[in-house]
């Protein structure tokens, strides 16, 4: 094939009907054909009659032979190795390569599946599968030899930046060819330091989103399957073959192009990368977009009518845009990251340059001699003390911090490099904020001109109105800005000369210090520039200008607190000292190190919505409530043997919330006895669980019976009576296989599954109970309790059917037993509508128990209950919990409920509640994903089902869709026994705006995938 040739192929003039003809001539089949798209050749779909496919491709005319046959021997080559590709099928001579008016023709299994290339989203697991499977592909072709495979054609990447340059003037648009063509030349340039050292063999050469026929996985997503369209086999470089591959990942998250590292570190786990290699990738995936964009526009003015090429424009012009989004040298740096590559170490260059820093000198001083007294070094970091209460907030926040240091005397305060700023933190934001920052800032309080000398020996490079650029060793360059410069470029400098000043001023003044590779960029690219004119970029980016700068604290005599993101190290160290058993979120966890309102922030400064933590009801990091812990483990804490006030005082206001005790739902001892005592009686222990052990205990002391009926799917904790009333295979798959002989599992009263899907009554699932109390009355084991959750929160917030609870208290008290209300999750003002989940169903029952919004975190749990069953337990001995209900305890409990009157907590659960209910129920008429909405205030569930009729649950897509929905800041979970219920409980502080980023961030995963 001649250069002129490969400006760009017409397609051969085959039509449908042709294709048929030679289906019928060639192979002997009888089909219909429909033409699939292609550039350069013609690909049709033949379908028999009795519905068996496969695909007949008519070849451009000026490919050979020989490749054709380098291509069947490539094919041989994967089936050796296990690598799924479409088969040859041979002709009615049994040849592979068939012949018809002129043109070579071939027919290919047709591989069942659907078109990866116009999925949006691809999941970090489907990135990583294409990884590898184009490594599969190199390392299947290594061995590979054939005169076929030597030929010269325009997608071999060791051609593309004259391929690029030849076919941009088909490029119409003027500013886009000029980016094109910079990008090639820049891209071209960094390729040739490397590319005598990059291996060369057999490669696909194209084996992209659109080469890779999809199969559809039990999580609802499309994963790599079957690898199809061989026409660009060669040979080329080894590192080529993946570039293809990642460049074809970047159109399906174009704003996220890092996110195909997964694809490059899933490859060079299986097909380890050279240095080289590495390094060559970046500016090979940026050429392969110039050329697929500048070859895009040629086909188009060659051959106007193809449809396909012109669909294609779009994604090939979001590919570019994707691969040049992050400078050339900082995405290499990224790649090299990654894959583990050693970078330049900070410390060699800076050995060179550095004098020691003794003598005396203290912080700042080899940068400013004549600064007297200590300067500050202030923390904006996630874990600063000075940025509670929600003061990382203020738009001021970091202004604060440093006339705070003025103000205590510092003569100046210092920002550090490299600490990830709370005070950059976005909320309700699908992208991470820029929060790491790759200077330092120096704040100096206001004062006379003071020297700036050298911390080190170097050279004076870049002198501008107020910055200069000192070359360092050779290797690093150490840039200050904010000062008046008195040196000239070129001029050499020892340790201690004077290069500038800071000018004399009434108000603060601010240095900037920092120290960049010498071959790296100035500053970051689209960073976000602080007033003080410090550089701050996203935490994904610190990675690589990790490697391109370096903390200039040592120079400055000051300590170096620069930060990474340590997540993976923490779940690493999780994983040697815990249990299997424990519970984790998230594939990739991040680490959360603070809380604020409904927002949790791990520890780069990224904030999620916390969607699931319905322990800390009145939201993270309460003032009240830590002021009320600081204040009483002061004074005092020790055990409820001893006299306090607290303790009383804290049990009076819960009794307060009760709901009127007279009427038909009144709480009763026993069916025989006509008094109804009323609810007067608190006992509080430590947790939830707890406090269900605690509920049995009292019910079978009071009743003088054994039997607890609870019902199925549900979840009361983990202590060994609480576990025993654990019905849910969510938590326990053998939940119903390993119950006690004293529990009973009765039928869940779910309305939408189960016994009476669609058109059962609350009457209904209470006689099947009531049939269940006598069976157990005549077998002997009359029932003493009776525990239910007041709406079924490991369902995910099933509301209960009408009229069912009063039927249930009902029929348990006509046989002799208490009844239990699980409020532990579901109480406390959750509902909106009411303080207890009880009172959605009109009832008041003989035994509640609660626990975790109780001390918003913090560890408090109880019972309420009448004396008279209470004093029931003086038959099993005293009652003691050493931490339950210490006057520290008790004081975080009254600070809970002082806040949740004073913001008007339970009002907002209705109003933001029934603001996402409704947002909700919107995006289930636009997502079939979507089945009911359960549940009420802020306490709702979200069903997922692959089928509205069957109601079959979509469990791993609901588990896909959580994860891609923490990349998008927003933090929910799923529940329920087939886990396929998005739970939705946050805090009860959830705004209006919150809640829309959540309903919207929802509709984006389901839109676009997950």
Same mark, same amino acid.
């Given at each position: ?64 032979? =020989?490749? #054709?046959?380098?291509?069947? /021997? &490539?094919?041989?080559?994967?089936? $050796? +190795?296990?690598?799924?590709? %479409?088969?040859? *099928? ?84 003027? =500013?886009? #060819?000029?980016?094109?063509? /910079? &990008?090639?030349?820049?891209?071209? $340039? +960094?390729?040739?330091?490397? %590319?005598?050292? *990059? ?338 970029i996203e935490p994904e980016r610190a990675r690589a200008w990790r490697r391109f700068s370096a903390d200039p604290a040592e120079l400055l005599g000051l300590p170096r607190l620069a930060q990474r993101d340590e997540a993976g190290d923490e779940q690493r160290r999780r994983e040697r000292i815990f249990a299997s058993a424990q519970e984790r979120y998230y594939e990739r966890p991040m680490q959360i190190e603070r809380g604020w309102r409904h927002h949790l922030i791990d520890t780069t400064g990224r904030a999620y919505v916390d969607m699931v933590n319905n322990v800390t009801g009145l939201g993270h990091g309460h003032p009240g409530v830590a002021d009320a812990v600081n204040r009483q ?70 009743t003088g019976r054994k039997t607890i009926v609870a019902l199925r799917e549900a979840y009361h904790g983990w202590t060994m009576a609480s576990d025993a009333v654990t019905t849910s295979a969510y938590d326990n798959p053998f939940a119903l296989e390993n119950r006690p002989d004293w529990v009973h599992v009765a039928d869940v009263p779910n309305r939408f599954r189960g016994t009476y899907r669609g058109r059962g009554t609350g009457p209904d699932y209470a006689r099947d109970l009531g049939a269940d109390l006598e069976r157990l009355g005549s077998e002997g084991r009359e029932v003493a309790g009776f525990i239910c959750e007041s709406v079924l929160g490991n369902a995910g917030g099933v ?66 209950t009448s004396k008279r069953i209470a004093d029931a337990l003086a038959s099993q001995g005293q009652f003691f919990s050493s931490a339950g209900g210490n006057p520290l305890s008790c004081r975080v409990g009254l600070a809970v409920l002082d806040a949740m009157e004073e913001e008007g907590l339970q009002e907002n659960a209705r109003i933001v509640g029934r603001r996402l209910a409704d947002g909700f129920r919107a995006l289930a008429e636009r997502h079939p994903i979507i089945g009911p909405i359960h549940g009420e205030g802020l306490y709702l569930g979200v069903e997922l089902v692959r089928d509205r009729g069957t109601m079959e649950p979509a469990t791993a897509e609901a588990a896909a ?50």
């Amino acid at each position: 094939m001649t250069n002129d040739q490969r400006g760009g192929l017409a397609r051969p003039e085959v039509s449908e009907r042709d294709a048929e003809t030679i289906a019928r001539e060639c192979y002997g089949i009888a089909a219909a054909a429909a033409e699939l798209g292609s550039n350069q050749d013609r690909n049709f779909l033949l379908t028999e009659p009795d519905g068996a496919r496969s695909v007949l491709r008519i070849d451009n005319p000026v490919f050979g032979d =020989e490749a #054709r046959d380098g291509q069947h /021997a &490539a094919l041989e080559a994967y089936r $050796a +190795a296990g690598v799924p590709a %479409a088969a040859v *099928l041979p002709g009615l001579d049994g040849e592979p390569t068939q012949r018809w008016q002129g043109f070579a023709v071939r027919r290919s299994e047709f591989a069942e599946g659907e078109p990866l290339v116009d999925q949006g989203y691809l999941a970090p697991v489907v990135l990583a599968e294409f990884g590898a499977l184009a490594a599969a592909s190199a390392n299947a072709l290594a061995g590979l030899v054939h005169p076929g495979l030597d030929r010269p054609h325009m997608w071999d990447l060791r051609v593309a930046h004259a391929e690029t340059v030849k076919l941009a003037p088909s490029i119409t648009d003027a =500013e886009l #060819r000029a980016r094109i063509l /910079a &990008a090639a030349d820049e891209a071209a $340039a +960094a390729l040739a330091a490397v %590319a005598p050292e *990059l291996p060369v063999q057999a490669i696909h050469g194209d084996l992209t989103d659109d080469n890779v026929m999809g199969v559809r996985g039990a999580d609802g997503r499309l994963h790599p399957g079957t690898v199809l369209d061989l026409g660009d086999l060669s040979y080329g470089w080894r590192a080529a073959e993946l570039a293809v591959t990642a460049s074809s990942m970047l159109h399906h998250d174009p704003e996220r192009p890092l996110r195909v590292l997964d694809t490059i570190a899933a490859f060079h786990r299986d097909a380890p990368l050279a240095v080289a290699e590495a390094r060559a990738l970046w500016p090979l995936v940026v050429l392969r977009a110039a050329l697929l964009v500048a070859s895009g526009w040629r086909q188009l003015e060659i051959d106007g009518a193809n449809e396909y090429a012109r669909e294609r424009i779009a994604g090939e012009q979001a590919i570019f845009d994707a691969a040049t989004r992050h400078p050339l040298a900082e995405a290499g740096e990224q790649v090299l990251a990654r894959l583990g590559f050693q970078g330049v170490a900070a410390d060699h260059g800076l050995r060179l340059a550095a004098a020691p820093l003794g003598g005396g000198l203290g912080p700042l001083a080899p940068l400013l001699p004549e600064l007297v007294g200590e300067p500050t070094i202030l923390d904006p970091g996630v874990e600063s003390d000075a940025l509670d209460a929600g003061r990382w907030r203020d738009a001021d926040a970091e202004a604060r911090l440093v006339s705070a240091a003025f103000e205590a005397g510092a003569p100046a305060a210092v920002l550090p490099y490299g600490v990830y700023r709370l005070t950059r933190t976005a909320v309700d934001a699908a992208d991470a904020a820029p929060t790491w920052p790759v200077d330092a800032e120096v704040w100096l309080a206001g004062g006379a001109e003071l020297r700036v000398t050298a911390p080190a020996s170097g050279v004076a490079r870049e002198v501008g109105d107020d910055s200069v650029t000192i070359l360092l060793g050779g290797e690093w360059r150490l840039i200050v800005s904010g000062v008046v410069p008195s040196v000239s470029e070129g001029v050499a400098l020892a340790s201690g000369d004077v290069f500038a000043a800071v000018a004399a001023s009434e108000r603060p003044r601010a240095l900037i210090v920092g120290l960049r590779r010498a071959d790296a960029p100035s500053a970051p690219q689209g960073a976000t520039i602080a007033a003080s004119g410090a550089a701050l970029i996203e935490p994904e980016r610190a990675r690589a200008w990790r490697r391109f700068s370096a903390d200039p604290a040592e120079l400055l005599g000051l300590p170096r607190l620069a930060q990474r993101d340590e997540a993976g190290d923490e779940q690493r160290r999780r994983e040697r000292i815990f249990a299997s058993a424990q519970e984790r979120y998230y594939e990739r966890p991040m680490q959360i190190e603070r809380g604020w309102r409904h927002h949790l922030i791990d520890t780069t400064g990224r904030a999620y919505v916390d969607m699931v933590n319905n322990v800390t009801g009145l939201g993270h990091g309460h003032p009240g409530v830590a002021d009320a812990v600081n204040r009483q483990i002061r004074i005092l804490n020790t055990n409820s043997r001893f006299l306090y006030r607290e303790l009383a005082e804290y049990s009076e206001r819960l009794l307060a919330l009760l709901p009127d005790h007279s009427g038909p739902g009144g709480a009763a001892f026993d069916g025989d006895d006509p008094e109804r005592p009323r609810l007067d009686t608190v006992l509080l222990v430590n947790s939830g669980s707890e406090a269900v052990d605690l509920a049995l205990r009292l019910a079978q002391a009071a009743t003088g019976r054994k039997t607890i009926v609870a019902l199925r799917e549900a979840y009361h904790g983990w202590t060994m009576a609480s576990d025993a009333v654990t019905t849910s295979a969510y938590d326990n798959p053998f939940a119903l296989e390993n119950r006690p002989d004293w529990v009973h599992v009765a039928d869940v009263p779910n309305r939408f599954r189960g016994t009476y899907r669609g058109r059962g009554t609350g009457p209904d699932y209470a006689r099947d109970l009531g049939a269940d109390l006598e069976r157990l009355g005549s077998e002997g084991r009359e029932v003493a309790g009776f525990i239910c959750e007041s709406v079924l929160g490991n369902a995910g917030g099933v509301l209960l059917p009408d009229g069912y609870l009063a039927e249930a208290y009902a029929r348990v008290r006509e046989a002799g037993g208490l009844c239990i209300a699980d409020e532990v999750q579901v109480g406390f003002g959750r509902m909106g509508s009411s303080f207890w989940g009880f009172e959605q169903s009109g009832v008041v029952p003989d035994i509640i128990t609660i626990a975790k919004p109780m001390g918003n975190g913090f560890p408090i749990g109880g019972v309420i209950t009448s004396k008279r069953i209470a004093d029931a337990l003086a038959s099993q001995g005293q009652f003691f919990s050493s931490a339950g209900g210490n006057p520290l305890s008790c004081r975080v409990g009254l600070a809970v409920l002082d806040a949740m009157e004073e913001e008007g907590l339970q009002e907002n659960a209705r109003i933001v509640g029934r603001r996402l209910a409704d947002g909700f129920r919107a995006l289930a008429e636009r997502h079939p994903i979507i089945g009911p909405i359960h549940g009420e205030g802020l306490y709702l569930g979200v069903e997922l089902v692959r089928d509205r009729g069957t109601m079959e649950p979509a469990t791993a897509e609901a588990a896909a869709i959580c994860e891609r929905l923490r990349e998008l800041g927003v933090i929910v979970l799923t529940t329920s026994e087939r886990s396929n219920v998005l739970k939705v409980k946050p805090p009860l502080c959830l705004t209006a705006e919150s809640a829309d980023f959540v309903v919207a961030q929802l509709d984006r995963v389901l839109s676009t995938g997950w």
